[in-house]
């Protein structure tokens, strides 16, 4: 993660879950007009599109003997695994309708991007071959699931669902057979319950992936312990337990504890790289008890604890490598502090922001020496343009008010562009330009936004009172 990435995620305040809402995407595709005859038939084109020039638009006979169908442009599914999935047998009798029914049946499912269909005809039948490019598969994830582990229920759908491999579009047919799946399978446990899923964006690494999520025997919390004996003992872990115990068993829950209450403990020891095992759920089926059941045991494997070995830079020029050298708080062989180590690569993007390089990255490698336990860093920077100051906006002041606040900006128009003064301003400038003009300064909030021209390295400052 690049630092100025890490910032502004910090400056958003804590993760939080973004479930979006679920959207269709098909493309409706028009029977083909070409008769079946000797020779292929044009691609079927989408709603909207005009027929290919030159085409024969005689009638068709109404139905035909399909010899052959396959399915071509999947690099994920075999043509049989797809053909299984649109109702079309060698051997039967076939009209056009039936094979765009077939097509729009591959729509549904959300699996492809992009279909299209042609066929020839010949004496032993109608041979059709349907083409398509597969849609993103995103990751999947089982939310709340106590009572069985993550590989049964993957197992529980890849039995059912031939278009499963691992991942799930976005949205489709599929989703629901992959959610019908996870349901009939609870069902063979005793376990009655409803199946949904929708797309989020991780909670974590903000990456978008499909969340099946169950509902109609919620269990609640009853324990949780760690592998580890710093988790164990450490009083600001425990002390936010509460956060989970007695509530609904969330994984997602789970995992946000691990990374924002326990992660940050061992990082703050030099524990650099921590990892979080699956957790080892206990949970019986669900009955009408009151009291929590769920029993959680988290795996942690804390790593070496490593000191401080040094840093070199590439890429800078507007900063000098004395200048970043001196962000450093740590000396060679000191303990390194995971959260310090944070907070250095955010003050490189703040040292940058006060000099208008307002779009620099600084993106760490760690090179980790495992039997000296010593930590090197290779920092690559990429700079970007230096802005310059053009235009601040205001809007929400009154005549004096405004006045106040033009007069506090000192970045004059053309001149280099300060973030620090800029962030200052927002924080507590423009309030202060209140005092002694006899207005009170009642605002809540101001809404700001920077508007970049990287072509012209000129940014704007939009400054709305509310």
């Known amino acids: 993660m690049t630092c100025r990435n890490a910032r502004h995620r910090r400056r958003d305040g804590a993760v939080r879950l973004r479930f979006l809402a679920s959207f269709a995407a098909a493309l409706c595709l028009l029977a083909l007009c070409a008769p079946l005859r000797a020779q292929d038939a044009p691609a079927a084109v989408a709603q909207g599109a005009a027929p290919q020039a030159g085409v024969p638009q005689t009638a068709a006979p109404a139905s035909a003997k399909l010899a052959k169908v396959s399915v071509t442009g999947s690099t994920r599914f075999t043509s049989d695994q797809i053909v299984a999935e649109i109702g079309l047998k060698q051997g039967q009798n076939v009209t056009r309708g039936d094979l765009q029914s077939a097509a729009d049946k591959l729509t549904q499912l959300g699996t492809f991007a992009k279909i299209a269909y042609r066929f020839s005809s010949a004496p032993d039948g109608v041979t059709v071959e349907y083409q398509v490019a597969d849609a993103p598969g995103l990751p999947i994830s089982f939310d709340n699931f106590p009572w069985v582990g993550e590989d049964d229920l993957r197992n529980a759908i890849k039995a059912v669902v031939p278009l499963y491999d691992g991942t799930g579009p976005a949205n489709g047919r599929v989703l629901d057979q992959m959610a019908d799946a996870v349901r009939q399978y609870l069902l063979t446990k005793g376990i009655v319950v409803q199946v949904s899923h929708t797309p989020m964006s991780d909670p ?62 061992y990082m703050n020891r030099g524990l650099l790289r921590i990892t979080f095992k699956p957790p080892v759920v206990q949970a019986p089926s669900p009955t009408a008890a009151t009291t929590p059941t769920v029993v959680v045991h988290v795996e942690i494997d804390a790593g070496a604890q490593y000191t401080w070995g040094g840093v070199s830079w590439t890429g800078n020029a507007a900063l000098s490598a004395s200048e970043l050298n001196a962000l450093v708080s740590f000396k060679p062989g000191e303990q390194t502090d995971g959260t310090k180590i944070q907070a250095l690569w955010l003050s490189i993007a703040d040292a940058y922001g006060h000099k208008g ?110």
């Open 204 to 265: 974590l690494t903000g990456q978008m992936t499909v969340a099946f999520v169950s509902a109609g025997a919620e269990e609640d919390v009853k324990s949780i312990d760690f592998s580890d004996g710093l988790a164990n003992t450490n009083a600001a872990i425990q002390q936010r337990l509460a956060d989970l115990i007695g509530k609904p068993f969330s994984l997602t829950a789970l995992k946000l504890f691990e990374a924002e209450q326990v992660e940050p403990i």
């Open 357 to 466: 390089y307002l779009d620099a990255t600084a993106t760490p490698t760690p090179q980790f020496d495992d039997q000296a336990h010593r930590v090197n860093y290779n920092v690559a920077i990429v700079e970007g343009p230096q802005y310059k100051m053009d235009d601040l906006v205001l809007s929400g002041l009154s005549v004096a008010g405004e006045r106040a606040v033009r007069s506090a900006w000192t970045i004059q128009q053309g001149q280099v562009f300060d973030e620090t003064f800029y962030n200052a301003f927002v924080d507590s400038g423009a309030k202060n330009s209140f005092s002694g003009i006899g207005i009170p300064y009642e605002y809540q909030r101001i809404d700001h936004f920077l508007e970049k021209d990287p072509a012209s390295a000129k940014v704007n400052v939009l400054l709305d009172f509310k």
